[in-house]
């Protein structure tokens, strides 16, 4: 697993064009981490964030049922329809700004589907290392509007008790969206904590720095974070793990 290797702050950008990527021409995807084929042990997570794929999905087509155990799962949409459908009998579908999440847990099976038979879905599907094994698997979805996220940090999951986030996960991770409109919003982070920010679209600056759609920043241990343009962002607020 991926730690910071010492105890300086770090500041990353990780450019869209550095990112895996693979083209399967039902799904065109964007690795920010080690994920299928792709593998690189310097790689393979940030703090408890596991899996950060940025995915786009054809019409009509999607991941037929495979297997997850011992995760924590959240995909957030943010164009078309997800399908959702679990060994659990749940069923349902996601749409733009909305959330899905499941926790894995003992095991499950489940699948995800376009529910367009024509149009795109675009989704970021994020995996998050759990703090404790062999849970009960869950599942929930949740839809927000774009006003509760728009020019301010929108609190999505979390299992900080200190945080008022409606979406519950075991790990003491946050999970925050913001779609701003030439406006700015701020973070602040405890000590020795990592930090992921992801612009899904548009043009931001992240502490001066310039950022476009598909970038991404790693954080450890900055104090804060502040973020201006006009840009639909994504950060998760994370605790290290253990090699």
Do not use: C
Request: glycine share 8%; hydrophobic share 40%.
């Amino acid at each position: 697993m991926t730690t910071a290797t010492s105890r300086s702050p770090v500041f990353a950008v990780v450019p869209a064009s550095a990112r895996a990527h693979a083209d399967h021409g039902w799904l065109d995807t964007y690795y920010s981490f080690s994920f299928a084929d792709y593998y690189d042990p310097a790689n393979e997570n940030w703090g408890a964030l596991r899996v950060f794929n940025d995915d786009t999905i054809a019409g009509g087509t999607g991941f037929p049922p495979h297997p997850h155990r011992d995760m924590e799962i959240v995909t957030y949409v943010l164009s078309g329809e997800l399908a959702h459908r679990d060994s659990m009998g749940n069923e349902g579908v996601v749409g733009p700004g909305g959330v899905q999440f499941m926790s894995a847990g003992t095991g499950v099976r489940h699948s995800e589907y376009n529910n367009s038979p024509r149009e795109k879905l675009h989704l970021v599907q994020m995996w998050v290392l759990p703090a404790r094994l062999g849970t009960p698997p869950s599942y929930g979805e949740m839809a927000f509007d774009v006003n509760d996220r728009r020019n301010r940090w929108l609190g999505v999951v979390s299992g900080d008790p200190a945080v008022n986030a409606p979406i519950r996960i075991t790990q003491n991770a946050t999970f925050r969206v913001a779609r701003l409109e030439n406006a700015t919003v701020e973070m602040e982070f405890a000590p020795e904590r990592y930090a992921f920010l992801f612009v899904a679209s548009g043009t931001a600056t992240a502490n001066e720095t310039a950022l476009r759609a598909g970038d991404a920043v790693k954080l450890y241990d900055v104090p804060s974070l502040r973020v201006s343009g006009d840009a639909e962002i994504v950060l998760w607020d994370l605790p290290g793990v253990t090699p």
